[in-house]
């Protein structure tokens, strides 16, 4: 009889230890992704509470006719007209911020450059000179704006007495349209401690291999700056300027008060200064939000204004923060 071979049970497949691990591997990427929510979290309150809901607010209100007080209403596009189009202060408020952001920010990055280089070649009392220049920025900005105005007075100002003692025609500074703007230029110069600071430590942290290979090339004091200094230093270039630009589209306080104790009219209890003396050309569109949202309670209007101050600081930053077309290079 013959004994048909025993069937053999082919063995049982083993699932693949990529399957097996799949739901290990996913609740490790939960517990990753939910650890760093949680790192990020503070950064995100933050941003929605101080940034995201503000800025949605504000468009909201753009469109809504709101004095504070009673329910907004929908106008539309009324608000952007109105600013765009018939605001007369809108466009004097405009350039001179802009003038102020071109002007003050180029020459507070030079200056505060330049400072920042003597202060480094200077071989004794470098300490003093560092205390002395950073001294001013520590002065609040109501205080200082107060002590310029009162040195720049055309008629009791020391400055003026001490041109006129060597037969300089001082002008009037605060008092005069012209020289208004100017006058905050040299107020923020004055105050040039933050910028020093910054560049110098920009300036004492470039190699001092790169200098001593260009001296060994035969190059002097500028090609050095050109070709060792200023690519070592682009970046911190580009945040004095990137934030130069944000904080003076922001110019408010120095303005307000300059134009205020140049104007000569007494401040009391329900005072109403229209601000911009002499001749709206300290005018800012800071100032105008807040004489439009809070003096005047157009809320809608100041909105469109601190949009249209928004949309322009991105648009400037962005422009400046381009590979290539503003101060970083490629390899940046």
Not at 147 to 159: K, Q, R, S
Not at 186 to 204: H, K, P, T
């Amino acid at each position: 009889m013959a004994i048909s071979p025993a069937v053999t049970q082919p063995p049982a497949r083993k699932k693949p230890a990529r399957l097996d691990k799949a739901p290990e591997l996913r609740r490790k990427h939960t517990r990753e992704r939910l650890r760093t929510l949680g790192f990020l979290s503070p950064w995100l309150v933050g941003f929605t509470v101080f940034f995201g809901y503000p800025l949605l607010a504000t468009v909201y209100f753009s469109f809504m006719h709101y004095n504070q007080i009673q329910n907004p209403d929908f106008v539309g596009l009324r608000n952007w007209k109105y600013v765009l189009t018939q605001m007369p202060l809108f466009g004097p408020a405009l350039w001179n911020t802009l003038w102020l952001v071109v002007v003050m920010v180029a020459l507070r990055v030079v200056f505060g450059l330049g400072i920042g280089l003597l202060i480094t070649k200077i071989k004794a009392g470098v300490g003093f000179f560092r205390t002395a220049f950073y001294i001013p920025y520590l002065a609040p900005p109501v205080a200082a704006t107060v002590a310029f105005v009162f040195l720049l007075n055309p008629g009791t100002g020391p400055v003026n007495e001490a041109l006129s003692a060597i037969g300089i025609n001082a002008p009037n500074w605060f008092n005069d349209a012209a020289w208004a703007k100017p006058s905050l230029v040299m107020l923020s110069l004055w105050g040039i401690g933050d910028l020093m600071v910054i560049f110098m430590a920009a300036l004492l942290d470039v190699p001092k291999e790169q200098y001593e290979a260009a001296e060994l090339d035969g190059a002097g004091a500028f090609s050095k700056f050109r070709y060792v200094t200023w690519p070592s230093i682009t970046p911190i270039v580009m945040f004095a300027v990137v934030t130069g630009v944000v904080q003076t589209m922001q110019y408010y306080t120095q303005a307000l008060v300059a134009g205020k104790l140049a104007s000569g009219v007494t401040i009391g209890p329900g005072t109403v200064i229209q601000p911009g003396y002499p001749d709206h050309s300290t005018l800012t569109v800071p100032q105008l939000v807040y004489q439009l949202g809070f003096q005047n309670f157009n809320t809608g209007a100041a909105c469109v204004l601190s949009l249209v101050l928004f949309v322009i600081a991105m648009a400037v930053t962005s422009l400046l923060m381009r590979k290539r077309a503003g101060l970083l290079t490629a390899e940046d």
